[in-house]
């Protein structure tokens, strides 16, 4: 039976339907003697409702379950270790994450199997790629495509369908509510960006894939709260593979054997498309790309399809991308190959690529007495790596500052990565917070700090992160660079558990350059 609660078209669960489908995927242990009907779904008692199933899932204290008790709360499926004095009827699964994404896709009718839905994974890229892919299919569909990404959720053409992201990849609840407003907005298609944590944390249990583009990998989100191990990370990001009908492979990224063997094995051979760089001393590819013009602002390449199975997609010649470095190539030409494979055509990806933006990426604003401002999310060192480098190498730098932190509780691994990076490539760096949540700045800027080896890079600390910005923009001559790094566009910094508003970065050195250049 449908409801048409918030407008979406939903399923109302009886009881015998959700034991049904724990027992189908062999996540129950016990079922309660009931047989109401369930009408919302909840992961937070903030969200509860009369009518709502509650989802008792990671740090879930007592009194959250008073609140939702006083809120009209119907039922809850728990962890065998959570224990509760209520009467309250209740499921104990023995995964509760992997059981709210079994239920959620079908309290929301199963919207995935209404879109052709590409996921995307890597360690850096995977927003890039994401708009890319969004842009190419707007172009084909005629703008009946969904996003889901780092930075915002788009479910249909309006803007009332536009979101602010608050994770990379949403929590299932989440996710397949917001599947649903697509498929109801009309929407054919949907690219998301999948996180390793998304498999940690069974996000994305039960969904499977059309296409899922692996970029690349290298070392991040190791740490107490994330994955203990880089092979536990790189576990998780291949677990891609493993719910995907066709894969999108770089030959260039690190670890290939290992991801390629873990593709063959998931995969058939002709499921599998490989790209690469222009390179002789890269592995066979399908598919290549080769840079023939760039500037700051944008890029020329051209595709190559190599082999029978290749000349397929029909997506050889020559393009013109609105993002500058060969990173962005790459990933562009991944979401050709994966567009591709869910209908789009060539027309479709030249304007795409000719037009994408990417809010808080690569955004350049150009000065008459401080020179270059950029304003990116690099955040690790592999992504301020290669900025710093596409700095160098497309201007004339007399002195390259940069300005970054690093998060809180989470990514701790990334501290050592941002140090090396900015050893590498800066002459100066302004050590500043992120989003420090329950730690001190002054001390993760510590730890960047002491990876900073290049005696020649000058160091400078200021915990306030305006004040860095500004102080680098004032000391910045009109043949300096200044980089501005991970924030991007953020309104918010995460400080003790709370959103902070924050001015973002970009408006941050809009104003004070104009304060300085009036």
Request: no cysteine; charged share 20%.
């Given at each position: 039976m449908?409801?048409?609660k918030?407008g979406?078209?939903l399923?109302?669960?009886?009881a015998?339907n959700?034991t049904?489908?724990?027992?189908?995927?062999d996540l129950?242990i016990?079922?309660?003697?009931?047989?109401?009907?369930?009408?919302h779904?909840?992961?937070?008692?903030?969200?509860?409702v009369?009518?709502t199933?509650?989802?008792?899932?990671?740090n879930?204290?007592?009194?959250?379950?008073?609140?939702a008790?006083?809120k009209g709360?119907t039922a809850?499926?728990?962890p065998?270790?959570?224990?509760?004095a209520?009467?309250?009827?209740t499921w104990v699964?023995d995964?509760v994450p992997?059981a709210?994404?079994?239920?959620a896709?079908?309290?929301?009718r199963?919207?995935?199997?209404?879109?052709?839905?590409i996921?995307?994974?890597?360690?850096?890229?995977k927003?890039s790629?994401?708009?890319?892919?969004?842009e190419?299919?707007r172009?084909?569909t005629h703008?009946?495509?969904?996003?889901?990404?780092t930075?915002q959720?788009?479910?249909g053409?309006?803007?009332?369908?536009?979101?602010?992201?608050h994770l990379?990849?949403p929590?299932?609840?989440d996710?397949?509510r917001w599947m649903?407003?697509?498929v109801?907005n009309?929407?054919?298609?949907?690219v998301?960006?999948?996180s390793?944590?998304?498999?940690k944390m069974r996000?994305?249990?039960?969904?499977?894939?059309?296409v899922?583009?692996?970029?690349?990998i290298?070392?991040d989100h190791?740490g107490?709260?994330?994955?203990?191990?880089?092979?536990d990370?790189l576990?998780h990001?291949m677990?891609?593979?493993?719910?995907?009908e066709q894969?999108?492979?770089n030959v260039?990224?690190?670890h290939f054997?290992?991801l390629?063997?873990h593709?063959e094995?998931?995969?058939h051979r002709?499921?599998i498309?490989?790209?690469g760089q222009?390179?002789?001393?890269?592995p066979?590819?399908?598919?290549?790309?080769?840079a023939?013009d760039?500037n700051?602002h944008g890029?020329?390449?051209?595709?190559r399809?190599?082999?029978?199975?290749?000349e397929?997609?029909h997506i050889?010649?020559?393009?013109?991308?609105?993002m500058p470095?060969?990173?962005?190539q790459?990933?562009?030409l991944?979401?050709?190959?994966?567009t591709?494979?869910?209908?789009a055509?060539?027309p479709?990806?030249?304007?795409?690529?000719e037009?994408?933006?990417v809010p808080g990426?690569?955004?350049?604003?150009?000065?008459?007495?401080h020179g270059?401002?950029?304003?990116?999310y690099?955040?690790n060192?592999?992504s301020?790596?290669?900025?710093?480098?596409?700095v160098?190498?497309?201007?004339?730098v007399?002195?390259?500052?940069?300005?970054v932190?690093?998060?809180?509780?989470?990514?701790?691994?990334r501290?050592p990565?941002?140090g090396?990076?900015?050893s590498e490539?800066a002459d100066?760096?302004?050590?500043?917070?992120d989003?420090?949540?329950y730690e001190d700045?002054?001390?993760?800027?510590d730890?960047?700090?002491?990876a900073?080896t290049?005696?020649?890079v000058t160091i400078?600390?200021?915990?306030?992160r305006t004040?860095?910005?500004?102080?680098?923009?004032?000391a910045?001559g009109?043949?300096?660079?200044?980089?501005l790094a991970?924030?991007g566009l953020?309104e918010?910094?995460?400080?003790?558990?709370?959103?902070?508003p924050?001015?973002?970065?970009?408006?941050?050195?809009n104003r004070?350059v104009s304060?300085?250049e009036r």
């Amino acid at each position: 039976m449908k409801n048409q609660k918030r407008g979406l078209s939903l399923m109302t669960l009886t009881a015998d339907n959700i034991t049904t489908l724990l027992a189908d995927q062999d996540l129950l242990i016990s079922a309660p003697d009931f047989d109401g009907e369930i009408q919302h779904l909840a992961y937070n008692s903030n969200d509860v409702v009369p009518g709502t199933l509650l989802f008792i899932k990671g740090n879930f204290k007592a009194e959250y379950l008073t609140d939702a008790i006083e809120k009209g709360v119907t039922a809850i499926i728990a962890p065998a270790s959570f224990k509760h004095a209520t009467k309250l009827p209740t499921w104990v699964a023995d995964d509760v994450p992997a059981a709210m994404s079994i239920i959620a896709m079908a309290f929301y009718r199963y919207p995935q199997n209404n879109l052709a839905l590409i996921g995307i994974t890597g360690t850096k890229g995977k927003t890039s790629t994401a708009y890319m892919a969004y842009e190419i299919l707007r172009a084909y569909t005629h703008d009946k495509v969904a996003l889901s990404s780092t930075l915002q959720v788009i479910t249909g053409s309006e803007p009332q369908y536009h979101y602010r992201a608050h994770l990379t990849t949403p929590e299932s609840v989440d996710l397949f509510r917001w599947m649903r407003e697509a498929v109801d907005n009309g929407m054919t298609h949907m690219v998301m960006e999948v996180s390793s944590q998304a498999f940690k944390m069974r996000r994305v249990y039960g969904l499977h894939f059309n296409v899922g583009i692996f970029l690349n990998i290298s070392p991040d989100h190791i740490g107490e709260n994330e994955h203990p191990t880089f092979e536990d990370y790189l576990q998780h990001k291949m677990m891609l593979f493993d719910h995907s009908e066709q894969i999108v492979l770089n030959v260039d990224s690190d670890h290939f054997g290992e991801l390629i063997a873990h593709a063959e094995l998931m995969v058939h051979r002709d499921g599998i498309w490989l790209y690469g760089q222009e390179d002789a001393d890269s592995p066979k590819a399908d598919v290549y790309f080769e840079a023939t013009d760039a500037n700051l602002h944008g890029s020329v390449f051209k595709v190559r399809e190599v082999g029978q199975q290749a000349e397929h997609l029909h997506i050889k010649g020559e393009y013109t991308l609105d993002m500058p470095g060969d990173f962005n190539q790459s990933n562009a030409l991944a979401a050709m190959i994966a567009t591709r494979l869910v209908g789009a055509d060539a027309p479709a990806m030249a304007e795409g690529l000719e037009t994408v933006k990417v809010p808080g990426r690569m955004q350049v604003l150009n000065t008459q007495n401080h020179g270059t401002i950029y304003v990116d999310y690099a955040h690790n060192y592999a992504s301020i790596a290669a900025l710093l480098q596409f700095v160098r190498q497309n201007e004339s730098v007399n002195q390259l500052a940069i300005v970054v932190g690093a998060p809180g509780n989470k990514g701790v691994s990334r501290r050592p990565g941002i140090g090396k990076a900015v050893s590498e490539g800066a002459d100066v760096v302004y050590l500043t917070s992120d989003d420090p949540q329950y730690e001190d700045p002054a001390k993760i800027a510590d730890e960047i700090q002491a990876a900073i080896t290049n005696p020649k890079v000058t160091i400078y600390r200021e915990l306030d992160r305006t004040k860095a910005i500004t102080a680098a923009i004032q000391a910045a001559g009109p043949d300096d660079v200044v980089v501005l790094a991970a924030k991007g566009l953020d309104e918010y910094q995460k400080i003790d558990g709370v959103d902070t508003p924050y001015e973002n970065d970009w408006a941050v050195a809009n104003r004070i350059v104009s304060e300085l250049e009036r």
